[in-house]
């Protein structure tokens, strides 16, 4: 073993003991002498020691990883969830407002003269809000929850309510959520043909 073989072996802990030959005793090299040093407290026993103290360390950084990642899914899901049920309610509160506006008084209309606009039958406008909630598949507590802000013998204005229970932030907060669309419609005739 050259001096230079030695000086590389002695860096990991691997030198041998000039004296003996044998391999067990870490050596470092001063000048052109080489030195043994004791077996106790050598660079192999520290390097060893240090990788025994940081085991788990990288299952820790994936734990805190892995909770994060799910944390961000969770507003991503549920955040679109939010919107398409938003969208959702206003949809069906359009249809809704539309809905009671049809319901106008025919005889009115027809004795009325040319030009004039339609009446509402404004009293029975949560009536037909709450039947259009109901064919359209919600639940019975947003049914009842559904129904006219606003009912005038020209315009209309209806909210609709909408529940839902978000799929990942669920686990953190199990309470349903509630979204509500309104909308308004009026009743206009256009020109005769």
């Given at each position: 073993?050259?001096?230079?073989d ?10 041998t003991?000039?004296a003996s030959?044998?391999?067990?005793a870490?050596?470092t ?6 030195v043994t ?6 660079l192999?026993?520290?390097?060893l ?7 788990g ?7 805190i990883?892995?909770?994060v ?8 899901v549920?955040?679109g ?7 959702r309610?206003a ?14 008084d ?13 009446v509402?039958?404004?009293a029975?406008?949560d009536?037909?809000v709450k ?8 639940d ?7 129904g ?5 013998a ?11 229970r ?19 419609a ?6 005769a043909?």
């Amino acid at each position: 073993m050259t001096a230079t073989d030695f000086a590389f072996a002695t860096d990991f802990g691997c030198g041998t003991d000039s004296a003996s030959g044998t391999g067990n005793a870490p050596a470092t090299r001063t000048g052109s002498d080489v030195v043994t040093a004791p077996a106790t407290g050598g660079l192999r026993h520290r390097v060893l020691a240090r990788l025994r103290d940081d085991r788990g360390s990288g299952a820790a950084a994936v734990l805190i990883f892995a909770i994060v990642f799910m944390a961000l899914a969770a507003f991503v899901v549920d955040g679109g969830l939010s919107i398409s049920k938003r969208e959702r309610a206003a949809d069906i509160a359009e249809q809704a407002a539309r809905y009671a506006a049809q319901d106008i008084d025919v005889e009115a209309l027809r004795n009325a003269p040319p030009g004039s606009q339609p009446v509402i039958n404004d009293a029975d406008c949560d009536a037909r809000v709450k039947d259009f909630a109901q064919q359209s598949g919600l639940d019975a507590n947003d049914v009842a929850g559904s129904g006219c802000t606003l009912a005038r013998a020209d315009r209309v204005e209806v909210t609709i309510q909408l529940t839902y229970r978000p799929v990942l932030t669920g686990f953190f907060y199990n309470h349903d959520i509630v979204v509500h669309g309104t909308a308004a419609a009026e009743s206009v005739t256009g020109p005769a043909n």
